[in-house]
């Protein structure tokens, strides 16, 4: 919701601790695919639109373990509150209320607001849907699977180059991590910048040379190293 480039990203990949139904439903109505890597499927629960539906091949993976009854999307929850969860939206992505407030307020009125609970309902849709796809699909598992690595790849970059507090922001006041944070992603982007450039100039080296370096290889190719970079600096003494 926050991005400010000219970039126009479509899918957002996180691990399983960044998933709950509400981002799933928010995330689907602002037109972003949500594809969070989800671990323990036999836990995962799925749902129909309609409860006289029956799908031959997956009908037991609807019922409930513990009731033996099919889960099911309430969709007059949705009908009736639609209009206001269009507003929500709307608001979203006008930036008149934040993401994370939104969330917030969510997590704890879930029960209690009916609009709430719609959203939940629209949010089982495509979580249902998802994991579908996620079980039947090999190439998006393994491409959230890359996604994340690079991730974190990112996150030993940033924790690499943030050793002089050990990686903890130990000030309180928020303009002061503000500037430690910003000025480790200027650091970082310089970085990958250099890489990046330096990278390019030895593909071309090597396809002067007769080397087939095809696309699809260098997809494979992150400019998120580091090892070669030394953080601390180098000293001479002059020891006698």
Known sequence: MNNETDLNPHQHFTDTHGYTENVFALASLLGFKFCPRLKDFTEQRIYKLKKEQIYSQIEP???????NRVRFINTSLIIEQWDNIVRLVASLKNRIVSASLLLQKMGSYSRSSRLLRAIVEIGRIFKTLFILEYLDNPSLRSEAQLYLNRHES???MARYFFFGEE???RRRDYESQMNRMSCLSLLINCIVT???HHIGKIVDKLRKEGHKITDEILFHISPLMYRHINPYGVYYFNIP
């Open 61 to 67: 993976l609807f019922k409930d373990g513990r009731t």
């Open 154 to 156: 990112k996150n030993a």
């Open 167 to 169: 990686g903890e922001l």
């Open 194 to 196: 250099w890489n990046t």
